[in-house]
């Protein structure tokens, strides 16, 4: 088995009874066709109200996060990871989300959401719940955190707070290693307001020259490449703004320093090609990229003893209004918290794990690695990320095909990787050594675009065939093909997976992969790499749902024959495991299924549309989310289908980009044992004695931390660590 049997599952699932976006059209031939919008086929009118609203979803994801953060009984820098991943998580909520609505609103093409919001009234909540959470994570922070901080030794101080021989000692430090990187950038007639980047933490300095008793006012960039939070002595952190407020005297010499305040600015770092500069994609996207610093201001963060009459002249300067502007007691940018996650102190964080090489992959005794193309010719491997080693599986399979003389061609696709990717490695020597090697590198990756832009051009410096995919779409897919000459025949070896080729995040995301050399997902995995690579039309697959063609029309027609079993009386029910969960049609047909008495189980990371518990609509929903150590990422889509369960696993989540934008792809699972693993963690997550976020009708969500007796319930993810250690893997 690829996966630990829980408990038993020789019973399948009973049924508890008793306005999308357009697609974006691809323009040249071998694009996938878009699918069309299923229409509902409910027997009466579904309520206007049934979806819960995306942005305001999306907040409250983000308020999960902070409630691990709260949870006293992790590890104090275990939480202070967690405010850190909500600091960043916001910061990106800001950079695309509610600069991509400012700029709908702005340029007139926002349109009423399907949760029955303006435009407006969407930004207004965001606004206000955004600020609400950050003042309480600034709260937990200072109030809960850093007290714990302290009592086990770590103090993170203000300058005050040092003593006299540690501010000599961070003076020495401030000229020998910040003073020559500062840049104070007077404002008056002769200087402008500077452009203040995006995330920059900086200083606004309120100056008074003696002779004239004039006051003027300066802006100091805290330098981003410096450590944000000052050791200065073992485990005792002072804020680098705090350094740096307490030495402009030497910024600006026989001035009196009046005022010292704090602020941080968020930008639109959104990025978009046109689809006329499609022809020179990365220089259009570099182009873009270069753009990206100088985005409108969608956010200032002011320290809350900011002096009025500077705040002022911030919004002025910057063209914010006021709901933009969240102020917030010091200090700012609690992202910078990852400087004390780093620090060697294991007693402090919880227990490292270490992935283990797959049973399925050590079934032969062998005393070197093992031998994954063997392995898989017998038959298919079901991975589990992290809990199986990405790197003696994934990275494994590429590197042993990179050095075997029998392999004739690799095909790649590549969306995100790390910056020293062993997958470019191991594809780069296979290109050396003659094999005929394809990458094809999703450029448009968000936020990844320069680094895979990088990795583009060192591919094909080496040899390596490297395309972008198809114009209007961005490959999201995770496929990867080998085809090697066995002697009887040419076969084709394959690995589709949930989560990116990429090693470091391979350890910290949870996914799925399918290693197989299955002669129809192979034929699925040929055709498809020939759409994005040429000019090929085909849109018909054997194992596979492919967006933007099928997945919405081929999940909504198998939720709609979960609801003919149910009305035969065969068995039925839906799971669904994603990151998000918006799309209308996907959505509406669940609630079809829910009336008509299927069982529905939504397990749902981070987004969800979905209304659960509405009486004569989706009573017979339920939608479950679960955080921990590891990111929740892996896409896995169950039908009972009378009996004969049917389980997918792929790219895909159930949002309109990934419908309608993307090329994603589902396969489906072949082996009943690989099918029963999958529905046996869906059981396990599900089961009430495991801890999670259960969503309420008015899309709020409520923790199950304790039962009855006040015990606290397991930990579904340090559950599944505690199964494999016990069950002896190989190491």
Request: aromatic share 8%; with cysteine.
């Amino acid at each position: 088995m690829s996966f630990i049997r829980l408990w038993d599952h020789s019973a399948v699932t009973t049924p508890t009874t008793d306005v999308p976006e357009s697609a974006d059209a691809a323009d040249h031939s071998g694009a996938p066709a878009a699918e069309p919008t299923a229409e509902p086929v409910a027997d009466a009118p579904l309520p206007a109200d049934r979806f819960l609203d995306r942005e305001l979803s999306w907040l409250a994801f983000n308020q999960r996060v902070l409630e691990l953060a709260e949870d006293d009984d992790l590890p104090v820098l275990e939480r202070a990871k967690f405010l850190a991943i909500f600091a960043s998580n916001l910061d990106e909520f800001f950079m695309v989300r509610v600069a991509g609505l400012k700029r709908r609103i702005a340029t007139g093409i926002a349109v009423r959401a399907a949760s029955g919001y303006t435009p407006r009234e969407v930004l207004e909540r965001i606004w206000s719940r955004a600020y609400e959470l950050q003042r309480e994570q600034a709260d937990l922070f200072a109030a809960a955190v850093l007290p714990d901080l302290e009592a086990h030794g770590i103090q993170m101080l203000r300058w005050d707070q040092l003593t006299p021989e540690e501010k000599a000692e961070v003076g020495v430090f401030f000229e020998a290693k910040v003073f020559p990187v500062l840049t104070p950038l007077a404002v008056d007639p002769s200087h402008p307001f500077p452009y203040i980047s995006g995330l920059s933490l900086n200083l606004a300095v309120v100056v008074r020259n003696p002779m004239t008793g004039t006051e003027l006012f300066a802006r100091v960039k805290v330098p981003p490449l410096l450590p944000r939070f000052v050791e200065v002595a073992p485990t005792r952190f002072v804020p680098l703004e705090d350094v740096i407020s307490a030495h402009l005297h030497t910024l600006f010499p026989g001035m009196e320093i009046q005022q010292t305040h704090t602020f941080r600015v968020t930008r639109n770092e959104d990025v978009e090609v046109e689809e006329d500069d499609a022809e020179n994609l990365l220089k259009a996207l570099e182009r873009e990229l270069m753009r990206r610093r100088f985005g409108p201001p969608v956010r200032l963060e002011v320290e809350e003893s900011i002096d009025p009459h500077v705040l002022e002249l911030l919004i002025s300067e910057l063209g914010v209004n006021e709901l933009e502007v969240f102020r917030l007691p010091g200090p700012l940018d609690l992202t910078g918290l990852w400087t004390l996650v780093g620090l060697d102190r294991d007693d402090l964080k919880q227990r490292k794990f270490v992935p283990r090489t797959s049973r399925r992959l050590t079934e032969v005794e062998t005393a070197s690695a093992p031998d994954v193309l063997a392995v898989v010719r017998e038959h298919d491997v079901l991975l589990h990320h992290p809990y199986d080693s990405f790197s003696t599986s994934v990275q494994l399979f590429l590197e042993q095909a990179a050095r075997d003389p029998n392999v004739l061609a690799i095909k790649q696709t590549l969306y995100r990787t790390s910056g020293d990717s062993p997958i470019v490695d191991a594809l780069i020597d296979a290109a050396q050594a003659g094999k005929q090697v394809l990458a094809l590198v999703e450029i448009k990756a968000r936020f990844d675009e320069q680094n895979n832009i990088d990795w583009a051009r060192k591919l094909e410096e080496a040899g390596v065939h490297v395309v972008y995919g198809l114009v209007g779409l961005k490959t999201h897919s995770k496929l990867s093909m080998v085809v090697r000459d066995d002697g009887d025949q040419l076969r084709r070896y394959c690995h589709i997976g949930t989560g990116n080729y990429h090693p470091k995040t391979a350890r910290l995301y949870e996914d799925f992969g399918l290693l197989t050399c299955d002669e129809a997902v192979g034929e699925d995995v040929s055709n498809l790499f020939n759409v994005l690579s040429g000019y090929s039309m085909n849109t018909e697959y054997e194992r596979f749902l492919v967006a933007p063609h099928s997945v919405r029309t081929g999940l909504i027609e198998r939720i709609d024959r979960e609801i003919e079993h149910h009305e035969a009386g065969r068995p039925s029910g839906i799971r669904f495991k994603c990151n998000s969960i918006v799309d209308e049609a996907v959505i509406d047909a669940l609630y079809r299924a829910s009336r008509a008495g299927v069982s529905v189980d939504v397990w749902v990371r981070g987004i969800c549309a979905v209304r659960p518990g509405v009486p004569g609509l989706s009573e017979n929903i339920r939608v479950l989310s679960i955080l921990g150590r590891f990111l929740e990422h892996s896409r896995a889509y169950c039908f009972t289908n009378g009996g004969n369960p049917e389980v997918w696993i792929g790219s895909a989540d159930l949002m309109h980009r990934n419908l309608d934008r993307r090329v994603e792809t589902l396969v489906s699972l072949a082996d009943p044992e690989e099918v029963a693993d999958v529905e046996a963690l869906f059981d396990f997550a599900f089961d009430p004695t495991t801890s999670g976020w259960d969503l309420r009708t008015d899309g709020t969500w409520h923790r199950r931390l304790y039962d009855a007796n006040g015990r606290r319930l397991r930990d579904y993810q340090e559950s599944l660590i505690e199964i494999k250690r016990k069950r002896g893997f190989a190491p």
